[in-house]
T-cell receptor
Framework: NAGVTQTPKFRVLKTGQSMTLLCAQD?????MYWYRQDPGMGLRLIHY???????AKGEVPDGYNVSRLKKQNFLLGLESAAPSQTSVYFC??????????????FGPGTRLLVL | EDQVTQSPEALRLQEGESSSLNCSYT??????LFWYRQDPGKGPEFLFT???AGEEKEKERLKATLTKKESFLHITAPKPEDSATYLC??????????FGSGTRLQVQP
């Protein structure tokens, strides 16, 4: 199993450009998440999905959109990038079944620089 | 509001010098507390989950404990390869984790 994979690994954008980050998991997980990580601020939740075709806002959703058309994929879009969106983006997933909270597994991250 | 505070922010140890990292939390309805390890340029790697006060888990030189207000990650006789950022997160009953900002651990030979 590849686990959670993310593409691209690194990207440079100019202010106002758009892009899509792709997250894929091969563990048949129901729940998927997008976080951003900034120095000194920890990981903050952007959007999440509890199943195919569903999405919900997290702590810092402004400026981002997401889609979950297929169970294994979770896309994060930036319609008009801003320098404040310079960050490292992590995708995560968990099984989402059963009474206890299972482990979230993380991808390797996408480093985004907005100039 | 759910909050997770980790201390210290950074810790430098000599190889073999045992210590503890702290994670204090304020959350309504804790459903789990998670410890992750993160190496530079990589994603967080799962270490432990603790579900109830009094629970303890061990893995090699690491031991995690949980009370109603905080968790400790004890590192016994650390080695340089234990150098990393250690993240604590709580699952408060909503659908995602709330993370602390981490403790950067450096173990010198």
């Amino acid at each position: 199993n590849a686990g959670v994979t993310q593409t691209p690994k690194f990207r440079v954008l100019k202010t106002g450009q758009s892009m899509t980050l792709l997250c894929a998991q091969d563990m048949n997980h129901e729940y998927m998440y997008w976080y951003r990580q900034d120095p000194g601020m920890g990981l903050r939740l952007i959007h999440y999905s509890v199943g195919e075709g569903t999405t919900a806002k997290g702590e810092v959703p402004d400026g981002y959109n997401v889609s979950r058309l297929k169970k294994q994929n979770f896309l994060l879009g930036l319609e008009s990038a801003a320098p404040s969106q310079t960050s490292v983006y992590f995708c995560a997933s968990r099984l989402g079944k059963g009474p206890t909270v299972e482990t979230q597994y993380f991808g390797p991250g996408t480093r985004l620089l907005v100039l | 509001e759910d909050q997770v505070t980790q201390s210290p922010e950074a810790l430098r140890l000599q190889e073999g010098e045992s210590s503890s990292l702290n994670c204090s939390y304020t959350v309504s309805g804790l459903r789990g507390l998670f410890w992750y390890r993160q190496d530079p340029g990589k994603g967080p790697e799962f270490l432990f989950t603790l579900y109830s006060a009094g629970e303890e888990k061990e893995k090699e030189r690491l031991k995690a404990t949980l009370t109603k207000k905080e968790s400790f990650l004890h590192i016994t006789a650390p080695k340089p390869e234990d150098s990393a950022t250690y993240l604590c997160a709580v699952h408060p009953g909503r659908r995602a984790l709330t993370f602390g900002s981490g403790t950067r651990l450096q173990v010198q030979p």
